[in-house]
C-alpha cells in the first residue's frame, strides 16, 4: 500500500523565521495523483523534496505506507523522482541515463537491460537509446527523465515542474500522456506545478498551498466551485474570479445597484463590516442594474469574449459569447447570477456558509 | 452540479507561531560524519596550516640569527631586537647582497617587459581570433605550443647570438622576457576575445568606425580584466624567473632579484649567514604576496576563464 | 502554378559584408607582426639552430661547431647523469603528477562544501607565487641534516623523539623533490578543478543520491566524466611543466653554486650544466643534444595525453 502521509511536517530554512513549511497534514490514497500548486515560494518544491530525503524534516513527520520514513535515507524510500530540469547526465547516452539508478543498486546487465528496454517502448524512446542527451529534443529529454523514474518501479513518483521548459503545445501533449502513463501504471504521484491548468486537469485531488501553509486540498471541481478562502478563489480558474470588496448593510451586501441577500448564518459568520464578493466571469448576468460600469477592452477569443469593464477603481472581468458586438467605451450593467456568488469575510478572507 | 451541491470544505486550520530552530536539521542520510570526510578534512587542515607556517616561519627567521633560527625555529625572534637592530639582516641583504640594487632592476625590467608583452600580444591576439584571416585557427595553435617549449632548448643559440651582438645582458634579457611570454599571452588573450560577441563589431562598424578604431575603442576596454589577468601572471612569472637571469646577466650591478639570490645562496651558507638569506627570500617573496593578495580573485579567474571553458 | 525559387542573397549585402571584412582583414598583419616575429625570431629559431648543433660538437667560445653525426647522442645516453636525469625527469612527470592530482581532487571534493573553502584554495595558492629559486633554498633549509643545526623536518622529527633523517641523501632526494613539487603544485591544480567542479549542475548529485549513490560512485560518474576535459588540459599543463623542473632541484639537492649530486638531476639541469661545463669545458653539442631530448619528451607524452583523454566534447 503506498499511501504518503505527512503528519504536521515543517521544514525551516537558515536564517528565515518564518517556516518555508508549516504544519502539514496531507494524506494521499494509494494510486492517486496529487497535485502541489501555488505561486512561488509558497513550499511545494519544498514538501516534494522532503517526501523525497533531499530536505530535511524540522517537525512533524513522513509515513509512506505503514512506514515512518521521516530520517531515512532518500534510497531507503523507494521513490523516483523527475526534476524540473531533468537532470540528465551528459555524458551517458539515454539507455544508461535510464538504467543509472538500476546500475548504481548493482542490477545485473542483462535484467537491467531488459527493464530500460521496456521503459524506453513505453515512452517511445526505443530509437534513441544510444543517443547523448545533448542531441534530444526537450520533449524527448523529459521523456528520458519520466523513463529513469518508471524504470525503478518505485511506490512513489515525484515531479517537480516537469513540464516548465517545455513549449506551450507540447505542454499539452505531454501533460495528457503523463495522465495516461500514471493511470496505466497506478502508481501514486506527487506532482508539482505553478501552473494551475496543469494542476486542474492533471490531478485526482489538488492541494493548494500558501506561504507554506495548505489552504484546501480537494478535488478540482471543489475547489472551482467551493474555494474555502480569497486565496484559492482567486487562484483557481482563469480568467480569475472577480473578487469585489464591498460593504454589507440593512438589505445585505452592496453590489453597485442591487443587494445581495444574506443569510442570518452568514451574517453572524462575518467578523467585520466587510466582505468579499466573489463572482467568476461566466456568473454575471448583463442588464438589469447591479454594478454599473464602461468596457476597457474587448479581448476576443473567438469561442469566447472577455471584456474588462471599469466601476470606479474596480476592474470587472466578464465572459460573454465569441464575436459579441462590445466596444470600447460602452456602459454595461452586471448583476451576479444567483448561485454563482461565492461570498468572503473581508478581513479574515474565509468562506462564508452557503446559503 | 450546482454550488450548493458540495460539502462545504475545512478551513484551514490556524497554525501555532513556531520557534525556528538554530539549525535546520539536514537531509537524512547525508553523512555528515563518514570517515572519509574526516580524513579528508583533516588532511586539508593539515596542509592549510602547514602553509601558514611556512609563511609564519619565513616572516620570524628574516629577523633571527642564525643561531635562533635553528634552535628556536617557531619562536618569535628577540635576539636583533635585543640588540636594537631588528632590520639587520634586511640591511645586510640589500646593501651586501645588492637586493637594494637588483629591487629597482627587477621592477623596472619585469614592469617594462609585462607592458610590452600585453601591448604585442593582445593586437595578435585579436588578429588570430576576430579578423576572420584564414588559418587563423593553425597560426594559434603554432603560437600556443610556444608554452611547450623548455627555455634550455634555447638558451644556447640565444646566448651565442647575444654575445656577439654585446646584447648578452639585461636590454637582451628583456628582449627575451617579452618574446618568451607571447605564446602564453596570445593564448590567454585569444580566449578572452574569442568571448566578446560579434554583435559589438558589428554595431561599431555600422556606426561608422573604422576597424582601427573599433579595436581600440570598443573591444579593447572588455578584455580590460584579461589584460590585468595577462600583466599579473607574467609578472609574477618574470619576477620569479632564474634561468635565464643566470645564463644572460653577469654583471652583480644588474642582477634581478632572483638572480641575486641565487648567488647569494652560495655566499650565504659559506659565511654561515642564515638571517641575511631568509631576509633576501624575504625580498623577493613579500612583493608577489602582496600582489597576489590584491589580485587573488582576477588570477584565479583568468586562469579558470580557459579550464571552465 | 507558378513555382517560387528562393532568391539568392541579394548582392549588394554581401558586397558590404566583403567590403567590412576585407577592411578588418587589412589590419591582420600590422596587428600580428610584431608579435610572431618575436616568436619567430626568438623562440622558433633558435629551437630549429638547437636541434642542428646537436649534431655537431662545439666547445663554446672560442671553438666552432664540428660536425659529429650521432655522436652526441649516443654519449647522452650511455652516461650515467643523462640516465639519472631522465628518470628523475620522468618520476617527477609521472608520479608527482599523479600525486598532485589525486590531492587535488581530494581537496576539491573537501573544500567544496566547507565554510571558507574558497579562503583556503588561497592559502594553498600560495606556494607557486614562490620563486622556485626561494621555494627550492626554502626546502633545502627544511630537510637539512646536520647535527646541531638541523632543518625543521629534522628538529619537528627530533622532537616527537625520532632519529633524524638524511633527506637529501642522493638515494633519499628523488622522493624528498617529488613530495616538495606535489606540496607546490597542488594548489594551483586544485583551483583549476575547482572550477571546474563548481560547474557541475548540483541536481545531478541529487539524481545519484536519490539513487543511492555512494561518494565514490558520485565521483565516479558523475565528477570525473564532467570534468575528463579540463583535467586533460591540466594533465598537459603539467607534463609541460614538470618537464622543465630546474631551479627548484638545483637549489633544493645541492649547495647552490654549483650542481646537485648526479642521482638529483633532471634534464634541464643536465642542458644547465653542459652549457656551463661544470665538470671540464662547456659542451654545446651536449647540451643541446639533451635540449632535443626534452623537445622530444614533451611531445610525445602531450601528445600520448592528449589520445588518452580524447573523448566527445560534451556540452553542459
Known amino acids: 500500500m503506498a499511501t504518503v502521509t505527512f503528519s504536521d511536517t515543517t521544514r525551516f530554512y537558515a536564517g528565515v523565521d518564518r517556516p518555508a513549511v508549516d504544519g502539514l497534514d496531507l494524506e494521499v490514497a494509494d494510486g492517486e495523483f496529487l497535485v502541489l500548486v501555488g505561486p512561488s515560494g509558497c513550499g511545494k518544491s519544498t514538501t516534494l523534496r522532503m517526501l523525497a530525503g533531499l530536505e530535511g524534516v524540522d517537525d512533524g513527520s513522513i509515513h509512506i505506507g505503514d512506514r515512518d520514513v521521516t530520517e531515512l535515507p532518500p534510497k531507503d524510500r523507494d521513490t523516483a523522482m523527475v526534476f524540473q530540469n531533468y537532470a540528465l547526465y551528459p555524458h551517458m547516452t539515454v539507455g544508461e541515463n535510464i538504467g543509472f539508478h538500476l546500475k548504481l543498486a548493482k542490477m545485473p546487465k542483462a535484467e537491467r537491460e531488459r527493464k530500460v528496454a521496456e521503459a524506453a517502448a513505453v515512452l517511445d524512446l526505443t530509437e534513441y537509446l544510444d543517443r547523448k542527451p545533448a542531441k534530444l529534443s526537450g520533449g524527448q529529454r523529459q521523456r528520458v527523465a519520466m523513463g529513469r523514474a518508471i524504470v525503478r518501479e518505485p511506490s512513489v513518483f515525484l515531479m517537480d515542474e516537469p513540464l516548465s521548459n517545455l513549449d506551450a503545445k507540447l505542454r499539452v501533449q505531454t501533460r495528457t500522456q503523463i495522465a495516461s502513463l500514471q493511470r496505466r501504471l497506478g502508481i501514486t504521484t506527487l506532482y508539482v506545478t505553478h501552473d494551475q491548468v496543469e494542476a486542474m486537469t492533471m490531478g485526482d485531488r489538488v492541494a493548494v498551498l500558501k506561504d507554506g501553509i495548505l489552504q484546501q486540498c480537494d478535488t478540482p471541481v471543489g475547489l472551482f466551485a467551493k474555494p474555502v478562502n480569497v486565496f484559492v478563489a482567486g487562484f483557481i480558474g482563469s480568467p480569475a474570479m472577480n473578487l469585489l470588496e464591498t460593504t454589507v448593510d440593512s438589505d445585505g451586501a452592496v453590489a453597485g445597484g442591487t443587494r445581495l441577500p444574506l443569510t442570518p448564518a452568514q451574517r453572524s459568520a462575518l467578523t467585520g463590516p466587510g466582505i468579499v464578493v466573489g463572482v467568476r466571469p461566466e456568473g454575471w448576468t448583463i442588464g438589469d442594474g447591479g454594478f454599473e460600469a464602461i468596457v476597457e477592452v474587448v479581448e476576443e477569443l473567438g469561442s469566447d469574449q472577455y471584456l474588462y469593464c471599469r466601476d470606479g477603481d474596480r476592474v470587472l472581468t466578464v465572459r460573454t459569447p465569441g464575436m459579441a458586438p462590445w466596444q470600447r467605451g460602452e456602459p454595461i450593467s452586471l448583476t451576479p447570477q444567483p448561485g454563482a456568488v461565492h461570498l468572503f469575510d473581508a478581513a479574515t478572507g474565509d468562506r462564508l456558509p452557503d446559503a | 452540479m450546482s454550488v450548493t451541491d458540495v460539502e462545504a470544505p475545512p478551513r484551514p486550520s490556524p497554525k501555532p507561531v513556531r520557534k525556528p530552530p538554530r539549525k535546520p536539521r539536514p537531509a537524512p542520510g547525508s553523512k555528515r560524519f563518514s570517515p572519509l570526510r574526516v580524513l579528508g578534512s583533516t588532511i586539508v587542515w593539515l596542509f592549510t596550516a602547514g602553509n601558514i607556517l611556512v609563511l609564519y616561519w619565513l616572516l620570524t627567521a628574516s629577523f633571527k640569527t642564525p643561531v635562533e633560527i635553528f634552535t628556536k625555529p617557531f619562536d618569535l625572534p628577540y635576539q636583533w631586537f635585543k640588540v636594537g637592530k631588528p632590520f639587520r639582516n634586511f640591511i645586510y641583504a640589500w646593501n651586501n647582497a645588492g637586493f637594494g640594487e637588483a629591487v629597482l632592476t627587477t621592477v623596472v625590467l619585469v614592469g617594462l617587459a609585462t607592458v610590452v608583452t600585453v601591448a604585442v600580444s593582445a593586437p595578435c591576439a585579436y588578429a588570430l581570433t576576430r579578423l576572420g584571416v584564414r588559418g587563423s585557427g593553425p597560426m594559434t595553435n603554432v603560437v600556443a605550443i610556444g608554452m611547450g617549449v623548455p627555455f634550455q632548448t634555447v638558451i644556447i643559440p640565444l646566448f651565442v647570438v647575444l654575445s656577439k651582438v654585446h646584447l648578452d645582458n639585461e636590454y637582451g634579457l628583456f628582449v627575451l622576457y617579452v618574446a618568451l611570454s607571447i605564446p602564453f599571452t596570445v593564448f590567454l588573450m585569444t580566449g578572452f576575445f574569442r568571448s566578446l560577441p560579434d554583435e559589438l563589431e558589428e554595431a561599431a562598424a555600422l556606426d561608422g568606425a573604422s576597424p582601427m578604431r573599433t579595436f581600440f575603442s570598443v573591444m579593447l576596454p572588455l578584455t580590460r580584466g584579461g589584460m590585468i589577468t595577462a600583466l599579473t601572471l607574467n609578472a609574477i612569472g618574470l619576477w620569479n624567473e632564474t634561468l635565464l637571469a643566470i645564463v644572460f646577466l653577469k654583471d652583480q650591478a644588474h642582477f634581478t632579484l632572483s638572480r641575486a639570490l641565487f648567488t647569494f645562496y652560495g655566499a650565504a651558507s659559506y659565511q654561515s649567514e642564515y638571517g641575511g638569506l631568509i631576509a633576501g627570500v624575504a625580498i623577493v617573496v613579500l612583493p608577489m604576496l602582496v600582489l597576489y593578495l590584491v589580485l587573488a580573485r582576477r588570477i584565479i579567474t583568468g586562469l579558470t576563464l580557459g579550464a571552465g571553458k | ?316
Request: hydrophobic share 50%; charged share 10%.
Open chain 3, 1 to 316: 502554378m507558378a513555382t517560387v525559387t528562393t532568391p539568392a542573397t541579394p548582392p549588394a549585402r554581401a558586397v558590404k559584408a566583403g567590403a567590412h571584412l576585407s577592411r578588418k582583414k587589412r589590419l591582420f598583419w600590422p596587428f600580428a607582426a610584431p608579435a610572431l616575429v618575436l616568436y619567430l625570431a626568438f623562440l622558433v629559431l633558435p629551437t630549429i639552430a638547437t636541434v642542428v648543433l646537436s649534431f655537431t660538437s662545439w666547445a663554446g667560445a672560442g671553438d666552432t661547431p664540428e660536425p659529429n653525426g650521432v655522436t652526441n647522442y649516443t654519449q647522452m645516453w650511455a652516461s650515467d647523469s643523462f640516465q639519472y636525469a631522465f628518470r628523475n625527469t620522468l618520476i617527477y612527470v609521472f608520479l608527482g603528477g599523479i600525486g598532485t592530482f589525486a590531492l587535488a581532487f581530494l581537496f576539491t571534493m573537501v573544500l567544496r562544501d566547507m565554510k571558507g573553502g574558497k579562503i583556503v584554495r588561497a592559502i594553498l595558492f600560495f606556494p607557486n607565487i614562490v620563486a622556485p629559486v626561494a621555494l627550492g633554498m626554502f626546502l633545502g633549509f627544511v630537510f637539512k641534516y646536520q647535527p646541531g643545526k638541523q632543518g625543521l623536518a629534522n628538529y619537528v622529527l627530533e622532537g616527537l623523539g625520532a632519529d633524524a633523517a638524511k633527506f637529501l641523501a642522493p638515494s633519499n632526494v628523488t622522493g624528498v623533490v617529488t613530495a616538495s613539487l606535489i606540496w607546490a603544485s597542488s594548489g594551483f591544480y586544485i583551483t583549476i578543478l575547482m572550477a571546474a567542479v563548481d560547474r557541475i549542475p548540483p541536481y545531478l548529485y541529487e539524481d545519484a543520491e536519490l539513487g543511492g549513490a555512494s561518494p565514490w560512485q558520485k565521483f565516479r560518474n558523475i565528477t570525473l566524466p564532467m570534468t575528463w576535459d579540463v583535467v586533460g588540459v591540466a594533465g598537459v599543463l603539467w607534463t609541460i611543466n614538470a618537464l622543465k623542473i630546474f631551479e627548484l632541484v638545483f637549489v633544493l639537492a645541492g649547495p647552490g653554486t654549483y650542481a646537485p649530486p648526479n642521482e638529483a638531476w633532471t634534464l634541464g639541469i643536465y642542458v644547465f650544466d653542459r652549457t656551463f661545463g661544470s665538470n671540464g669545458t662547456p659542451d654545446f653539442g651536449a647540451a643541446c643534444a639533451c635540449a632535443v631530448a626534452m623537445i622530444a619528451l614533451v611531445s610525445v607524452l602531450v601528445v600520448l595525453l592528449r589520445r588518452l583523454m580524447r573523448r566527445d566534447a560534451i556540452q553542459f
